[in-house]
């Protein structure tokens, strides 16, 4: 059973950068023809997809964000993690990462979320 | 980029009741279609997948028709535990879009 696991600082400034880390266990995150995928969701709001790494390393991100996103992976940790630039609070968002098995799949594994807050 | 518009955007029913929320996408999607139930603090848990097959564990209540542009999620009695947001979700093509949401209220 495949799990994930983000973690990284719950508070960061305005313009600096969010830093967060997803940790997959039990499974390697270069087997099979896995993506995964940072997903976010304001307070109250819907679900918003960041971007999206594939295990060869190329990536797909969402147009709205992608001058500031760079999503990147490290096997020998089985992590992959994303960087957010020139945060605003509009940035402040439960964050989510998630795999999709193969692709055009769904989200069959979703990590717990981690608060991050955006605020000097 | 391929739009998700669900409804409704919110739905008060009682245990039950049979409801129905409709995703209508922007272009074709096929059946690259999925359904997923959120609740307070928690990740969504995805119900549906590929417009109609429900995911092992899910309750056979539930179930998804649809393809091509409009799709459908039947809730055939609602039980307490399934009062929740629902979202789709296309996994056609990137920019990967989510619906806006349905919350589901008693």
């Known amino acids: 059973q495949v799990q994930l696991q983000e973690s990284g600082p719950g508070l960061v400034k305005p313009s600096q950068t969010l830093s967060l880390t997803c940790t997959v266990s039990?499974?390697?995150?270069?087997?099979?023809?896995?993506?995964w995928s940072w997903v976010r969701q304001p307070a109250g709001k819907g679900l918003e997809w960041i971007g999206r790494?594939?295990?060869?390393?190329?990536?797909d991100y969402n147009p709205s964000l992608k001058s500031r996103v760079t999503i990147s992976v490290d096997t020998s940790k089985n992590q992959f993690s994303l960087k957010l630039s020139s945060v605003t609070a509009a940035d402040t968002a439960v964050y989510y990462c998630?795999?999709?098995?193969?692709?055009?799949?769904?989200?069959?594994?979703w990590g717990q979320g981690t608060l991050v807050t955006v605020s000097s | 980029d391929i739009q998700m518009t669900q409804s409704p955007s919110s739905l008060s029913a009682s245990v039950g009741d049979r409801v129905i929320i409709t995703c209508r996408a922007s272009?074709?999607?096929?059946?690259?279609l999925n359904w997923y139930q959120q609740k307070p603090g928690k990740a969504p848990n995805l119900l549906i997948y590929?417009?109609?097959s429900l995911q092992s564990g899910v309750p056979s209540r539930f179930s998804g028709s649809g393809s091509g542009t409009d799709f459908t999620l039947t809730i055939s009695s609602l039980q307490p535990e399934d009062f929740a947001t629902y979202y789709c979700?296309?996994?056609?093509?990137?920019?990967?879009?989510f619906g806006q949401g349905t919350n589901l209220e008693i």
């Open positions: 039990g499974g390697s995150i270069s087997s099979g023809s896995s993506y």
């Open positions: 590929a417009a109609s």
């Open positions: 790494i594939y295990t060869s390393g190329s990536t």
């Open positions: 979700q296309q996994s056609y093509r990137t920019p990967i879009n």
């Open positions: 998630a795999r999709e098995a193969d692709y055009s799949n769904p989200f069959h594994y």
């Open positions: 272009q074709s999607i096929s059946s690259y």
